[in-house]
């Protein structure tokens, strides 16, 4: 197989025919794991893109590790059907060697894109790519996947101005036990999350994170952390704070600076909880920026000094405000609105906080039935909504339908979400308190005995959220013990 004049070693040559149905236009690129041809399926008179496995990883020890994540892009991305998401046509062998037909884009990276801005992307494309990013991680999410190596150059910008994630080579399908995927440290260091740099377990917030680094070099024109070694980036990912948006780009939004730091947060939990609300939101904040007489922008300011009097421990005062702010939300947006949905999400917690819990849970159950129709029933907002109707059940003192709907919510959010997803666990502990308080000690006991563990495995056991679980079984188990 020749080489080019650049002294490049070609895989295949041009105008070769593979499988019988693929012919071989041109070489596009090569990484580490192989090279991608444009292509032409003779069959279906299309362009595609052909990416075949480098030749020397066929031999020695590299053998095994390189043909499994060549084999695992493959079904990873097959599994996939978004609009932002590569596709995969077809697999299949060629003298030897192992070969992907992928959707053929025609387009720039956005890492070759932004080296064409080095100040940063204008700030409506940012978030537009962002968005529309997220949308793909969404549905890759959904299909219990995890990409694990988001960045700029995994993300292909086609000629109508669609972003599509490619390069699922080393994305991970999620544990079948644990809804988590473990193991050794990979991917790229610039973009990955504090849990993916220390070998811990992931899930689809570690996407969120490199997510957010992605969209603040795009923003920038820099990384989050840069430094003179890997190692001093690393220990900024697992320590430091990112640095201020605003003091790199003047002219970004408040509220996306903020946002960031969100989604850069070091612990997973404090990051936004999905994919689909990150997009939403990013569309969100392009919209209004596109029309700065959007009424969100000042309907939002409300939002957020209605919440600092909730979080001061003004809760009748952020009750108040909410209400007449979820009534202007709707004459203005309308009902379905997801800036709607989330005024009213508010304004339910903080009426519960004020004291009105049997309110606060005919709040919840109108918006469960509006979140089941606009998103069904396993949609994460809709998870978030049910686990908040039980909660406020039970505070009204319905402690046998409290027990009832987190038991209906558990077995939910092991599917969606995973059995050792910190809500999911959140719910067993819920579903182990409300079954003492509706009269069975024994049954709480056995729930926390079970539970207890599982914290202290994926926690410590000095964990805060341990301790508290380990109170909770010494309180049940003297309850049982007593009859009570």
Known sequence: MPGDAGGRYRVLVEDAVIAGRYRVVELLGEGAMGQVWRGEDLRLERPVAVKVLQPHLMHGSLREQALARFAREGRAAARLT??????????????????????????????????????????????????????????????????????????????????????????????????????????????????????????????????????????????????????????QHLAAAPPPVRTLRSDAPSELETYLRALLAKEPDQRPRDAATVAEHLHDLWRRRADPDHPVNALSARLTQAIEHGKAGRHEV??????????????????????????????????????????????????????????????????????????WTGRTGDFTSARDQFAYLLPLQERVLGPEHLNTLNTRSNLADWTGKAGDSTGARDQYDLLLPVHERLLGAEHPDTVKIRNHLAHWTRRAREGR
């Open 82 to 235: 978004h609009r932002n998401i590569a596709s995969v046509h077809d697999v299949g062998e060629h003298a030897g060697l192992p070969f992907l037909v992928l959707e053929y884009l025609h387009g720039p990276d956005l890492k070759r894109l932004l080296d064409r801005h080095p100040g940063g992307l204008p700030i409506e494309q940012v978030l537009e790519f962002g968005a529309q990013a997220a949308e793909g991680l969404a549905a890759a999410h959904a299909g219990g996947i995890v990409h694990r190596d988001i960045k700029p150059h995994n993300l292909m910008l086609t000629a109508d101005g669609t972003v599509k994630i490619c390069d699922f080579g080393i994305a991970r399908l999620r544990d079948a036990t644990s809804g988590l995927t473990g193991g050794a440290t990979i991917g790229t260091v610039a973009y990955m999350a504090p849990e993916q740099l220390t070998g811990e377990r992931v899930d689809h917030r570690t996407d969120l994170y490199a997510l957010g680094a992605t969209v603040f070099q795009l923003l920038t024109g820099r990384h989050v952390f840069t430094g003179d070694d890997v190692r001093s980036v690393i220990a």
């Open 318 to 391: 952020a009750a108040t405000l909410l209400q007449n702010l979820v009534s202007d939300c709707q004459r203005l947006l309308g009902p379905e609105h997801p800036w709607v949905l989330t005024c009213r999400e508010s304004f339910a917690f903080w009426t519960g906080k004020a004291g009105d819990p049997a309110k606060a849970r005919l709040l919840f159950a109108h918006l469960l039935h509006d979140h089941e129709r606009l998103f069904g029933p396993e949609h994460p907002g809709t998870l978030y909504v049910r686990n908040h109707l039980a909660y």
